[in-house]
C-alpha cells in the first residue's frame, strides 16, 4: 500500500493521471510536490480518496489561493512543509488560523512578502502575530540563522528562488521534518 509519493513538477498531464491513480491509494497519507499549478485539483483527489492523508510537502508560490485551498480540501492536516518557497505573508495568516489540527509547520529558507503586487520587501523576521499563532503547534520551523547562506541568496535573486534541486547534497534534509528526509 502507497503511504507516502514525491511528485516534483506536476504538468497538466501528469496531474490527470495522478487525479485517477490517487483512487487506488486509499493509504496514502504524505505528499511531497513541487510547483503544483493546479492544487485544488490535486488536493481535491486526496481529500476524495485518502481518509488518513496528514502530512504535505510543497515547494513553490504559496498565495491566499494556495492557503484557501489547503484549508479547504485538506482541514485536518498535522504536517505542512513549505520550506524553500514563496509565500505570502496572508497566506501564512491564512494557514495558521485555520487549519485547527496543524501540529508541524516548516517555513525555514522562505521568502515571505506582503503581496503579490508589491514583491519587495522580502521578511527575514516574522512578526509577533505569526510567531504568537506558530507557538501554538508541537513544532513550527523557520531558518534560525540571520546570516543564512540559501535565504539571503533568495533574497537577492528572488527570481531565482531556492528550489528543491538547488541544495547541495545533504542540505535538503536540513531543518526538514524528518517525514520528508528519508
Same mark, same amino acid.
Given at each position: 500500500?502507497?503511504?507516502?509519493?514525491?511528485? $516534483? =513538477?506536476?504538468?497538466?498531464?501528469?496531474?490527470?493521471?495522478? /487525479?485517477?491513480?490517487? &483512487?487506488?491509494? $486509499?493509504?496514502?497519507?504524505?505528499?511531497?510536490?513541487?510547483?503544483?499549478?493546479? $492544487?485544488?485539483?490535486?488536493? &481535491?483527489? @486526496?481529500?476524495?480518496?485518502?481518509?488518513?492523508?496528514? +502530512? =504535505?510537502? *510543497?515547494?513553490?508560490?504559496?498565495?491566499?489561493? %494556495? #492557503?484557501?485551498? !489547503? @484549508?479547504? /480540501?485538506?482541514?485536518?492536516? &498535522?504536517?505542512?512543509?513549505?520550506?524553500?518557497?514563496?509565500?505570502?505573508?496572508?497566506?501564512?495568516?491564512?494557514?495558521?488560523?485555520?487549519?485547527?489540527?496543524?501540529?508541524? %509547520?516548516? @517555513?525555514? *529558507?522562505?521568502?515571505?512578502?506582503?503581496?503579490?503586487?508589491?514583491?519587495?520587501?522580502?521578511?527575514?523576521?516574522? +512578526?509577533?502575530? =505569526?510567531?504568537?499563532?506558530?507557538?501554538? =503547534?508541537?513544532?513550527? @520551523?523557520?531558518?534560525?540563522?540571520?546570516? /543564512?547562506?540559501?535565504?539571503?541568496? #533568495?533574497?537577492?535573486?528572488?527570481?531565482?528562488?531556492?528550489?528543491? %534541486?538547488?541544495?547541495?547534497?545533504? %542540505?535538503?534534509?536540513?531543518?526538514? !521534518?524528518?517525514?520528508?528526509?528519508?
Amino acid at each position: 500500500m502507497l503511504e507516502r509519493l514525491v511528485l $516534483p =513538477l506536476p504538468e497538466s498531464k501528469t496531474l490527470s493521471g495522478f /487525479c485517477i491513480a490517487v &483512487k487506488r491509494w $486509499p493509504a496514502l497519507k504524505s505528499l511531497t510536490a513541487a510547483g503544483v499549478t493546479q $492544487p485544488k485539483r490535486l488536493l &481535491k483527489a @486526496i481529500t476524495e480518496n485518502c481518509p488518513d492523508f496528514s +502530512d =504535505l510537502k *510543497h515547494m513553490g508560490l504559496v498565495d491566499d489561493k %494556495f #492557503a484557501n485551498t !489547503v @484549508i479547504t /480540501c485538506l482541514p485536518k492536516l &498535522k504536517i505542512l512543509s513549505l520550506r524553500g518557497s514563496l509565500i505570502y505573508r496572508e497566506a501564512l495568516y491564512l494557514i495558521l488560523e485555520n487549519l485547527e489540527n496543524l501540529e508541524v %509547520f516548516n @517555513i525555514s *529558507h522562505c521568502l515571505i512578502t506582503a503581496s503579490p503586487m508589491a514583491p519587495w520587501p522580502f521578511y527575514g523576521q516574522l +512578526d509577533d502575530r =505569526l510567531l504568537e499563532r506558530g507557538t501554538r =503547534l508541537k513544532r513550527f @520551523i523557520v531558518c534560525a540563522q540571520r546570516s /543564512c547562506t540559501k535565504c539571503s541568496y #533568495a533574497a537577492r535573486h528572488y527570481r531565482k528562488m531556492v528550489r528543491w %534541486f538547488d541544495y547541495d547534497e545533504g %542540505f535538503w534534509k536540513q531543518d526538514e !521534518v524528518s517525514g520528508f528526509t528519508s
